[in-house]
């Protein structure tokens, strides 16, 4: 498994529900060349970021982010998967 940082700028929030009714976040990210989102969640969220997003998401628009990803091959090793293991609001 390998770990990547990269720093992006959230340029738009949109708030989901999971199968479960647990609310989690798209997060469109800007300053790269094809749309890159990430999905925040309760478990890869500061608690005060969490709060932020539940209480007044538009805040974070426009702020600088660094997200650690970890990457992991599928099954066949025919691609990669990216799961979001942190997001912290610099």
């Known amino acids: 498994m390998n770990q990547l940082q990269i720093k992006a700028t959230i340029s738009d929030i949109e708030p989901k529900l999971d199968k479960n009714s647990n609310t989690f976040y798209k997060l469109s990210l800007s300053g790269f060349p094809n749309p890159l989102y990430a999905f925040a969640t309760d478990y890869n969220l500061a608690a005060s970021t969490l709060l932020l997003l539940h209480e007044s998401p538009e805040k974070l628009v426009g702020k600088l982010v ?25």
Not at 71 to 89: C, D, H, M, P, V
């Open 66 to 90: 660094l997200i650690t990803y970890e990457q992991t091959t599928n099954k066949e090793n025919s691609g990669y998967f990216r799961k979001l293991k942190a997001l912290e609001i610099l």
